[in-house]
């Protein structure tokens, strides 16, 4: 007969597996579907135009990246726009080579089949030529991404030929380039007047003969993103660009509603995340307090004998106690 007290006996029945042999795993491992595809790759991307809609989000981790991933998201660009809606800066001009590397890699490692493009930072390809090839290629050594992004027109072409030429991906990016925010003001619609319109076709030109494998077309007006689209041969990837560009990008924080300090008006927002997590975390701080939390279904316990022991041994004197092992 056990002389454990009645409360003890309660919490200790012993968790077992299905043998009920051994204890039971502490985790759960939830099955995940198993995407046996092979990865996305450049020049698939450059055949899709005109065949078929791209899509591209941004990720900037290894769990955001698994789920973009088996979304069958054709690529992932682990943006520069990580400085705002990850590290909380204000723009994304603080962020360097070393935080988008470490970022990068982590996407990499979750990312089997989308193509990993990485955002060269702000002053990371503006200095020498050889400066920007030497960190463009980081991003695929280092960050393990298969291709990378810049900002910037006609003025951006050198950097360009040359990370080409050091047989790198280079993504283009122009219109409302977050880099450039200084210059422009603050972040405002680009190419609104038939001139400006003109100088954004001509710098996708320029772009396309620099050897990008596809260019970003960011808050622009659609009449101009289409023009763009129809004149060069690879593919537009719109952002607030409208819906004729060859694809679209959204920054996934938008898409999920896990960033609410702005939506701007080309965002849509599939989910509110952020209120379900805000949420679920008030649920737990409150069952925590009431003491709902952890419930028997999340305890471990363990034999009434052995907790019997326990409670005898300490009833005697220390010495006593040591005996009953
Ligand atoms: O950094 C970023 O997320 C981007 C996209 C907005 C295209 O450059």
């Known amino acids: 007969m056990s002389c454990a007290p009645r409360n003890a006996r309660k919490r200790s029945r012993p968790v077992r597996a299905g043998n009920g042999s051994s204890p ?37 981790d290894y769990p955001m990246a698994l789920l973009v991933d088996q979304s069958d998201i054709d690529m992932i660009l682990v943006g520069d726009s990580l400085a705002m809606v990850v590290l909380g800066h ?37 200095g020498s030529i050889e400066q920007a090839v030497l960190n463009a290629g980081r991003f695929l050594k280092e960050g393990r991404a298969q291709a990378v992004k810049l900002e910037g027109g006609a003025r951006v072409v050198p950097q360009i030929k040359a990370i080409v030429e050091a047989q790198i991906p280079v993504q283009g990016h122009i219109g409302l380039t977050p880099q450039s925010l ?3 003001g603050g972040f ?29 077309l960011e808050g622009i007006p659609a009449p101009i993103a289409a023009m763009i689209t129809d004149a060069i ?41 952020g209120e379900t997590i805000r949420e679920a975390l008030t649920r737990y701080r409150e069952e925590v307090e009431n003491g709902l939390f952890p419930g028997p279904e999340h305890t471990f316990s363990m034999d009434d004998q052995e907790v019997a022991k326990l409670e005898t041994g300490k009833r005697k004197k220390p010495r006593d106690a040591a005996r009953i092992r």
Do not use: W
Request: hydrophobic fraction near 45%; charged fraction near 20%.
């Open 233 to 273: 041969p690879i593919p537009t990837i719109g952002i607030g660009a409208g819906s004729h560009c060859d694809g679209q990008v959204l920054v996934i924080h938008d898409v999920l509603g896990l960033f609410d300090r702005f939506v701007p008006k080309f965002v849509k927002q599939y989910v509110r995340l």
């Open 188 to 216: 405002k619609v680009q190419g609104k007047t038939a001139e400006a319109g003109a100088v954004l076709i001509e710098d996708a030109q320029a772009l396309t003969e620099a050897g990008c494998f596809s260019i970003v």
């Open 24 to 60: 039971k795993a502490i985790t759960s491992i939830r099955k995940v579907p198993m995407m046996n595809k092979k990865r996305v790759t450049v020049p698939e991307v450059m055949a899709a135009k005109g065949k078929r809609k791209l899509t591209m989000l941004t990720a900037y």
């Open 182 to 184: 200084a210059q422009f």
């Open 90 to 126: 204000e723009d994304t001009l603080s962020v360097g080579m070393d935080e988008m590397l470490h970022h990068t890699l982590a996407v990499s490692r979750g990312a089997k089949r989308s193509l990993v493009v990485g955002d060269m930072p702000f002053l990371s390809y503006h």
